[in-house]
């Protein structure tokens, strides 16, 4: 019979397990350490979850939801962040996992309840939080290998991080505040890492990362923005693509027309649409997977529009492109974006005919709203009952 008592000692006794007292004696593995990466930790992934959370209900809203149309820039301040803490999150959590591994080692394994389901969230953090990192970026990296919906999955995993994280803390809870503010401050082994360079040096990184990024959204970093798939400023008419027309299956349409479907349909010719009184904006395209670029654009009001087909005041609209397949061919706008005066079916870009690949010959701009949302190639407005 091996009692938990002569297991333990035989642990005990093995020099080459992790398991014996003593095996990680390096002060970077002091809980003072674990705190101070923590705070920022959890700062970042508070800013990145309401972030996130606002950028999925605009792409799923709920039926009561009504949304901000401004600042005109709010989406794109919005997911600007979502993307800077989520790469941010990467160094960070694994600076994180690195200076509290030895707790896995941990022995006992577990030592009472709130043991027990402490380790258990962290078997529910620590892959939910990995592998939404890496599917986040690879996104942001424009690559979607994923057959399922992404944001879905998204979506999901951020409640796993965020319910395990306020286990997690709970629990810790007298660890952490005993370590918050405190100089219990581990004195760094002579010849070790300090503690002070070790900090650095996630500072640094994560610093490296968010700056070679961000550019893609913050004008004046745009040259640093190594690690951005898309440069704002490079692109037909100096804005940068997401899918093209090639890409959506779009061709030039030789007799477009635009189908208004409300109480009085009404069909338009480009003539049409280009007689009605034109209106000039500066809105931005706010990608969701973290670039954005201000445009100047021209065309029609969407509420003149919807004027036009006697749709009832406060209606939302369905916005249908010329695409046949693909996630963002179909938009809804609610009544808080239709009848916004910024609000256009454009036609023109920087004061030029749109670039088929921009939409031509007319998209949907919408203030405070994520790119996937300005839907191309537009062809039809259904009025929703
Ligand atoms: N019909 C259609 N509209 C679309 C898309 C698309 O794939 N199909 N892509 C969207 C995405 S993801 C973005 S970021 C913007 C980009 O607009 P741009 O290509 O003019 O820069 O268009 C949106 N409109
Ligand atoms: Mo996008």
């Not at 694994?94 to 030592?111: E, I, Q």
């Not at 940068?240 to 030789?254: E, I, L, M, S, W």
């Not at 509420?303 to 010329?322: E, I, M, N, Q, Y």
Request: proline residues 9%; charged residues 15%; aromatic residues 10%.
């Amino acid at each position: 019979m091996t009692s938990p008592g002569r297991v333990r000692a035989a642990i005990t006794r093995s020099r080459l397990s992790p398991f014996r007292p003593g095996a990680f004696s390096s002060a970077l593995h002091h809980p003072r350490i674990a705190v101070l990466i923590g705070r920022v930790l959890g700062a970042a992934i508070i800013v990145c979850f309401l972030t996130g959370l606002y950028s999925h209900f605009l792409q799923n809203p709920q039926p009561w939801m009504v949304f901000p149309t401004r600042p005109t820039w709010l989406y794109r301040l919005s997911q600007g962040l979502h993307v800077a803490t989520g790469t941010a999150l990467i160094p960070l959590v694994l600076a994180k996992l690195w200076t509290v591994y030895p707790r896995l080692f941990a022995w006992p394994p577990v030592r009472s309840w709130a043991h027990g389901l402490e380790r258990m969230s962290i078997a529910l953090f620590v892959p939910a939080v990995l592998l939404q990192l890496f599917m986040g970026l690879l996104n942001t990296l424009k690559w979607y290998p994923w057959p399922f919906t992404f944001r879905t999955l998204h979506f999901w995993l951020a409640w796993i991080i965020v319910g395990s994280l306020l286990l997690h803390i709970s629990v810790k809870l007298p660890i952490i505040s005993r370590h918050w503010s405190s100089d219990g401050t581990p004195r760094d082994r002579p010849g070790g890492w300090t503690r002070r360079g070790f900090l650095t040096t996630i500072a640094a990184a994560t610093a490296a990362v968010v700056v070679t990024t961000v550019g893609q959204t913050v004008t004046p970093l745009r040259r640093a923005a190594l690690l951005a798939p898309r440069q704002p400023g490079v692109g037909p008419q100096g804005f940068p693509v997401n899918r093209t027309a090639k890409q959506a299956g779009v061709v030039v349409p030789t007799a477009w027309r635009l189908h208004l479907d409300g109480p009085t349909p009404r069909t338009l010719t480009l003539a049409d649409v280009t007689a009605l009184p034109q209106h000039e904006v500066r809105l931005p395209i706010a990608c969701v997977d973290g670039w954005s670029q201000l445009g100047r654009w021209g065309g029609v009001r969407i509420k003149d529009l919807l004027a036009l087909t006697d749709a009832p005041p406060g209606s939302t609209v369905r916005v249908v492109s010329a695409e046949t397949t693909g996630s963002y061919r179909v938009s809804r706008l609610g009544p808080e974006f239709a009848y916004d005066d910024l609000t256009l079916l454009a036609l023109r870009l920087n004061g030029e005919v749109l670039h088929l690949d921009h939409g031509y010959p007319a998209r949907l701009i919408a203030p405070a709203r994520p790119g996937v949302l300005q839907t191309k190639w537009v062809e039809r407005l259904e009025v929703l009952p």
